[in-house]
């Protein structure tokens, strides 16, 4: 079919119109967790922050389930026109390898626009644990392999990848107890039911300041400007040990590459502007953007990542 040349022409300028109008109604973010967690909190502070540089409300809309995996879907099938948008963590590059089949290819089915956030998590164990470094804990497990106890989120979630990867790296096994929530996995170790977990900085640094947890590391290359008087898990025992959670934007594949770059810009003039910087430091997470290309390579090596880790651990999710 031929098609007039004005038609033609209509169609290679309506898609920066479009971008340089965008938005002209309310954006939903979708979150593919329950409300409370951490890709919600981080959520909510960028989606205010987006509100204000919009000039249209930005709502955040929980679909928890399946593991992120209704959310996602949800947006995969939305209209890629930038109203429905979708903020998601780190588990989006470990479900490939945890799932036999996904009703999505993230990679194919979704545009990655930014980074918004990351967060080291901590190495915690109970006050009366011997255990008081990384050292430590390496040492008492390869004494008495698999009777040293963990709690986690559950199987596949990032706690439990998180001390998988440490154990790969140290030669060493604990015994796994896997919750429905990293929530009631930190609740464990504070009432002294298991031994240590690898929990969230947001969800675990108050307790360790107010005496009910005891911080063994930092599980980031760095220590972390919300708690730099604890030191990493690389300098207590495990050289080279990095895990950290990160939450990021993405739209559905079919939305114009015009549009994904705008929404790109803008997201990261709304991260980088002190007010929210500010209130993501509060809640211990540390704002970090980049370009759509830069997080889709993110998202790639994460994959590849967290694929060897869990076929060497043999971790099979539901």
Do not use: C
């Amino acid at each position: 079919m031929r098609y007039p040349l004005v038609i033609l022409l209509a169609a290679f300028f309506v898609i920066p119109a479009q971008a340089q109008n965008f938005p002209t109604r309310p954006v939903r973010m979708i979150v593919p967790f329950a409300p409370g967690g951490a890709v919600d909190v981080v959520a909510r502070i960028a989606a205010v922050g987006m509100t204000e540089a919009f000039g249209q409300q930005v709502v955040v809309d929980n679909r928890g389930g399946g593991g992120g995996v209704i959310g996602t879907d949800m947006t995969v099938q939305a209209r890629g026109d930038g109203y429905t948008l979708l903020l998601h963590s780190a588990a989006i590059a470990s479900e490939p390898a945890l799932r036999a089949k996904l009703p999505y290819d993230a990679m194919r089915d979704l545009a990655p626009i930014t980074l918004v956030g990351v967060t080291p998590n901590l190495l915690v164990a109970h006050p009366a644990f011997p255990a008081k470094s990384a050292r430590d804990l390496i040492a008492m497990a390869k004494e008495k392999p698999g009777i040293v106890t963990y709690g986690t989120g559950g199987v596949g979630s990032s706690s439990h990848l998180a001390v998988e990867l440490f154990g790969i790296l140290s030669g060493t096994r604990f015994n796994h107890v896997p919750f429905k929530g990293a929530g009631p996995a930190v609740a464990a170790v504070v009432a002294g039911e298991l031994n240590f977990t690898i929990a969230p900085m947001p969800a675990s640094i108050s307790l360790v300041r107010a005496g009910r947890l005891r911080a063994l590391g930092v599980s980031g290359l760095k220590r972390s400007p919300a708690a730099e008087d604890i030191p990493t898990i690389a300098e207590t025992g495990l050289p080279g040990y990095e895990f950290v959670a990160w939450f990021g934007l993405l739209a559905p594949a079919s939305t114009p590459s015009k549009l994904v770059q705008h929404l790109a810009t803008e997201v990261r003039k709304v991260v980088n502007a002190s007010d929210t910087r500010g209130k993501m430091e509060a809640q211990g997470f540390e704002p970090q953007t980049n370009s759509p290309a830069e997080f889709r390579e993110h998202i790639l090596k994460e994959t590849e990542k967290w694929r060897k880790v869990i076929t060497q651990a043999g971790i099979k999710s539901s």
